[in-house]
């Protein structure tokens, strides 16, 4: 497709050339030509015919202090952001301006992996380690990990409830509590699955869950194996030996501890 005839104008090319250099942005240019500096007709005219005369504008900045000309030459020379900024002239704490003058390089094509070197030395802060006396507080979100990657939507209740997820199965919607345990017995992982009610004091008698409010239980248990066991499997019960639920298991997150040989943060 052919581009539409240029309209005749009332300046020169020289006068153009003279403008353009002369000026740090389009409406410069059409001041200088004598035009109506807001007029976009008539400012995409002249874009027009600066492309076809193939004249230079990377110094036009816009409404920025700094020019691709600048620009180009602070991050060649510069060894990081913070030099960049200060070359052209910057606050090194000026809020967002480090990104977007790094979204304006990336724009132009400009390598700077030079300045993303010093980044590399910062320190992280070190989160510690996955330790199991963590587990009770984890157990939760390990559930909601669990039935997710499932392809389930997990829903967190916003007010206390007696169950800990609404989860979405199948178009049901099911009510699970998620117990914990690193209570290891001499016959294997032991399990509390009963509750105290809200009223009573703590050190209260556990009484069982009721199964009409509660479809199924999640458990971990201190080897990260996962349980899903229907709250009528267990009901009437307050503790449990999980192995004799070993049918139950669905899977066992220890990776979560760490591989074997894994370098740990220091700190």
């Known amino acids: 497709m052919t581009s539409p005839p240029l309209r005749q104008c009332n300046w020169s090319d020289a006068q153009l050339v ?56 602070a991050v060649s020379e510069s060894q990081s952001w913070d030099e960049v900024l200060d070359a052209l002239g910057l606050a090194v704490n000026g809020g967002g301006m480090r990104t977007h003058v790094k979204s304006h390089a990336i724009r132009l094509g400009l390598g700077f992996d030079h300045l993303e070197a010093d980044a590399a030395v910062v320190d992280v802060p070190c989160p510690g380690k996955p330790d199991l006396k963590h587990l009770r507080e984890a157990g939760a979100s390990i559930a909601a990990a669990w039935f997710t990657l499932c392809g389930n939507s997990v829903l967190f209740p916003i007010e206390p409830a ?26 294997g992982w032991m399990i509390t699955v009963g509750r105290r009610p809200y009223s009573i004091r703590k050190d209260a008698p556990l009484i069982p869950y009721d199964p009409d409010l509660i479809d199924c239980f999640f458990m971990v248990d201190g080897d990260l194996n996962m349980y899903l066991i229907p709250s009528r499997v267990i009901a009437g019960r307050v503790s449990i030996l999980l192995r004799t639920y070993a049918r139950y298991v669905v899977g066992n997150a220890s990776g979560l501890l760490g591989a074997d040989g894994a370098k740990g943060c220091s700190g």
């Open 18 to 73: 003279n403008a353009v250099r002369s000026s740090t942005n389009w409406r410069g240019v059409m001041r200088e030509l004598g035009l109506n500096a807001t007029s976009a007709g008539a400012i995409r005219i002249v874009r027009r015919h600066v492309a076809r005369l193939g004249l230079d504008t990377s110094h036009f900045r816009g409404k920025r202090k700094w020019s691709d000309v600048q620009l180009k030459r």
């Open 162 to 187: 007696i169950y800990d997820l609404v989860v979405s199965i199948q178009d049901r919607l099911c009510r699970v509590q998620v117990k914990t345990t690193t209570h290891y017995s001499k016959n």
